[in-house]
């Protein structure tokens, strides 16, 4: 078998654009020849094919509109549209419309799939700010001023060093190093004492726990 | 198969889609090429076998005496048989990249002809009265003869189409209902016994709008 494949593929790519039809008669000579070949099972000729087909598949995104950052995966679909269509190529009949064909029609399928994203997801970072909760109707809005003020309650009813604890991680966001600074406590002790309020405020708001209450 | 992304670029200047190629080639074996000619051939010819077989259990001189009575009734047969021809050529040259989706308009003149004939019978059964004309049972006939033929025949159609690429898959598959309902419609008239009818035509039409809708639906699953 032979070998049509060789470094001298992507020679020819340069005139892309060039309209000499003698170098447009050439390119297609050997891109029908390359494709010839690997029908018959050539994998280099198969591999200088794809590569030869590259700006040109671009070429047609491009034309199609297809965005510049989408333009890679339009090339890797055709690749591997050429590569399950290659038993439908006649080389009795030009190449380059053949993979034209192929490169135009998913060039638009990609311009479909993402325009149909683009109706869905629409670019709008106000719209998160400025969507209303769907819990905050009047009911919402009283349950959540009863669950706030049971909550201020109970962190009243806490023991001092828990309070504080609370106060500091928590409600301030403290780090533990900043809250052992200005209370004077260990981190241990802070990080103790925070789980032991969280536990006493399951248990004050409804939520079983087990275990001891005691401040450190 | 492995889909490698421009971010699998293997080093720089190198080409991002390298790594594709590679697979693609290690993946590649010898075909056989496809030919739609040869493929609509392969169809065409199991028509005529069916056909064959159906004239066999038929009265061909009965059929040639009422195909023969009037120029509308062997000129709607001929229409629908040819519209059936073309409609598959049409339907194989639209399966395969860069053969011109104007192949579509390949068998339009015909099945212009088909249903101008059909039509010019039922006129024909208007000024005539005494014509024996179809009756909405024999309608149901007609309905359940094309379907039940089209069937088998477009399943056919979808397994050949399928050794095929479509790019056009809806249209291709449009074009292969109608070759099927053409070919049904034109075996149909071994065991169609009476002039065309308005009610006749209706079933008929139906029949074909309901057998390309079908290939349009569930055939199109077959080439994603």
Same mark, same amino acid.
């Not at chain 2, 699998?8 to 290690?26: K, M, S, V, W, Y």
């Not at chain 2, 009037?70 to 639209?94: H, N, Q, R």
């Given at each position: 078998?032979?070998?049509?494949?060789?470094?001298?593929?992507?020679?020819?790519?340069?005139?892309?654009?060039?309209?000499?039809?003698?170098?447009?008669?050439?390119?297609?000579?050997?891109?029908?020849?390359?494709?010839?070949?690997?029908?018959?099972?050539?994998?280099?000729?198969? @591999?200088?094919?794809? !590569? #030869?087909?590259?700006?040109?598949?671009?070429?047609?995104?491009?034309? =199609?509109?297809? /965005?510049? +950052? $989408?333009?890679?995966?339009?090339?890797?679909?055709?690749?591997?549209?050429?590569?399950?269509?290659?038993?439908?190529?006649?080389?009795?009949?030009?190449?380059?419309?053949?993979?034209?064909?192929?490169?135009?029609?998913?060039?638009?399928?990609?311009?479909?799939?993402?325009?149909?994203?683009?109706?869905?997801?629409?670019?709008?970072?106000?719209?998160?700010?400025?969507?209303?909760?769907?819990?905050?109707?009047?009911?919402?809005?009283?349950?959540? @001023?009863?669950?706030? !003020? #049971?909550?201020?309650?109970?962190?009243?009813?806490?023991?001092?060093? =828990?309070?504080? /604890?609370? +106060? $500091?991680?928590?409600?301030?966001?403290?780090?533990?190093?900043?809250?052992?600074?200005?209370?004077?406590?260990?981190?241990?002790?802070?990080?103790?004492?925070?789980?032991?309020?969280?536990?006493?405020?399951?248990?004050?708001?409804?939520?079983?726990?087990?275990?001891?209450?005691?401040?450190? | 198969?492995?889909?490698?992304?421009?971010?699998?670029?293997?080093?720089?200047?190198?080409?991002?889609?390298?790594?594709?190629?590679?697979?693609?080639?290690?993946?590649?074996?010898?075909?056989?090429?496809?030919?739609?000619?040869?493929?609509?051939?392969?169809?065409?010819?199991?028509?005529?076998?069916?056909?064959?077989?159906?004239?066999?259990?038929?009265?061909?001189?009965?059929?040639?005496?009422?195909?023969?009575?009037?120029?509308?009734?062997?000129?709607?047969?001929?229409?629908?048989?040819?519209?059936?021809?073309?409609?598959?050529?049409?339907?194989?040259?639209?399966?395969?990249?860069?053969?011109?989706?104007?192949?579509?308009?390949?068998?339009?003149?015909?099945?212009?002809?088909?249903?101008?004939?059909?039509?010019?019978?039922?006129?024909?059964?208007?000024?005539?009265?005494?014509?024996?004309?179809?009756?909405?049972?024999?309608?149901?006939?007609?309905?359940?003869?094309?379907?039940?033929?089209?069937?088998?025949?477009?399943?056919?159609?979808?397994?050949?189409?399928?050794?095929?690429?479509?790019?056009?898959?809806?249209?291709?598959?449009?074009?292969?209902?109608?070759?099927?309902?053409?070919?049904?419609?034109?075996?149909?008239?071994?065991?169609?016994?009476?002039?065309?009818?308005?009610?006749?035509?209706?079933?008929?039409?139906?029949?074909?709008?309901?057998?390309?809708?079908?290939?349009?639906?569930?055939?199109?699953?077959?080439?994603?």
């Amino acid at each position: 078998m032979a070998t049509a494949g060789g470094t001298e593929g992507l020679r020819c790519l340069h005139g892309m654009a060039d309209p000499d039809p003698a170098v447009m008669d050439e390119r297609e000579t050997r891109l029908a020849r390359l494709m010839a070949a690997a029908q018959l099972g050539d994998a280099s000729a198969y @591999q200088a094919l794809l !590569r #030869d087909c590259i700006p040109v598949i671009a070429q047609a995104a491009r034309r =199609q509109g297809v /965005a510049p +950052d $989408r333009v890679d995966d339009v090339v890797q679909e055709v690749l591997i549209t050429i590569h399950r269509a290659r038993a439908t190529y006649d080389p009795a009949r030009p190449f380059l419309p053949w993979l034209r064909a192929i490169a135009q029609r998913r060039a638009i399928d990609s311009l479909r799939h993402h325009g149909r994203h683009a109706v869905h997801e629409v670019h709008d970072p106000m719209a998160y700010e400025a969507h209303a909760e769907e819990a905050a109707d009047a009911d919402g809005v009283l349950d959540a @001023q009863t669950r706030s !003020r #049971d909550l201020r309650a109970s962190l009243e009813t806490l023991p001092p060093g =828990q309070r504080q /604890a609370v +106060d $500091r991680l928590a409600l301030r966001g403290q780090s533990l190093d900043e809250a052992s600074a200005a209370t004077g406590r260990s981190k241990v002790a802070l990080k103790v004492n925070l789980h032991r309020a969280i536990k006493t405020l399951r248990v004050k708001l409804g939520v079983a726990t087990d275990g001891g209450v005691d401040d450190v | 198969m492995s889909r490698a992304t421009p971010s699998d670029a293997i080093g720089p200047g190198q080409n991002p889609h390298e790594r594709l190629i590679e697979t693609l080639a290690r993946e590649l074996a010898p075909v056989r090429r496809i030919s739609p000619v040869g493929l609509a051939a392969g169809w065409l010819v199991v028509v005529i076998a069916f056909g064959g077989y159906l004239a066999s259990m038929s009265d061909l001189h009965a059929m040639m005496r009422r195909l023969m009575a009037a120029p509308d009734m062997w000129l709607a047969a001929l229409a629908s048989g040819v519209t059936g021809i073309l409609a598959v050529v049409a339907a194989f040259m639209t399966s395969v990249p860069g053969r011109s989706p104007r192949w579509a308009l390949l068998p339009l003149p015909a099945l212009a002809l088909w249903i101008w004939e059909s039509g010019m019978g039922c006129a024909r059964g208007w000024a005539l009265p005494m014509v024996h004309d179809a009756t909405f049972a024999q309608g149901d006939h007609c309905l359940i003869f094309i379907l039940g033929v089209s069937l088998p025949l477009s399943l056919l159609l979808m397994v050949l189409l399928r050794w095929t690429f479509p790019l056009r898959p809806n249209l291709t598959l449009a074009l292969g209902g109608l070759a099927a309902a053409g070919a049904a419609a034109t075996l149909l008239n071994f065991f169609h016994p009476y002039d065309a009818s308005v009610t006749d035509l209706v079933f008929h039409a139906l029949a074909v709008g309901l057998v390309v809708g079908f290939n349009r639906l569930f055939g199109s699953r077959l080439f994603r």
